[in-house]
């Protein structure tokens, strides 16, 4: 968890600094099984849990890397990546994605964030740059790093 509030005055001062680290999140059956539901991605490695503990690398089945992205959303909000105080915070997409290990159903994840640049576009808004880490519980490689863009818009 963050320890000190990211405002909005206050980017430009978190640059090159960690924001925080949110809570671990379970990543179990249930939930891989609505997101293959949701997103129609039904492969047997994520749903079908007797055939991935018989034929898949990793013992038995893993999280679709996608779901464990979409995860960054809610963590970056525990987190504090997006200020309190912006009026309104709009995904503008990412600089970079890699999945570096699978997370194996049951496993815990977490996110760590640091704020990489700040760009003001003018108007109240400014185009954030976050790195984060999701890490997996007990490994010492993580799920995945990933770069996410956002515009942050000042209250007037």
Not at 43 to 50: A, F, K, S, T
Not at 88 to 95: I, K, P, S
Request: charged residues 20%; proline residues 4%.
């Amino acid at each position: 968890m963050s320890t000190a509030a990211l405002t909005v005055a206050t980017l430009p001062d978190w640059i090159g600094k960690e924001i925080g680290t949110s809570s671990w999140v379970t990543v179990d059956q249930d939930r891989i099984n609505a997101f293959a539901e949701c997103t129609n991605d039904k492969q047997w490695i994520h749903v079908d849990v007797e055939r991935a503990k018989r034929e898949s690398p990793f013992g038995g089945p893993i999280a679709h890397g996608y779901l464990t992205l979409s995860l960054l959303a809610d963590m970056s909000y525990e987190i504090g990546s997006v200020p309190k105080d912006a009026a309104a915070v709009f995904n503008y997409g990412m600089d970079k994605v890699r999945f570096l290990s699978p997370v194996k159903a049951g496993a815990r994840v977490r996110a760590r964030a640091t704020l990489v640049a700040v760009t003001d576009q003018g108007g109240g808004r400014q185009l954030i740059k976050v790195s984060n880490t999701v890490e997996i519980e007990g490994e010492t490689k993580p799920a995945l790093i990933a770069e996410t863009l956002a515009v942050v818009v000042a209250r007037p």
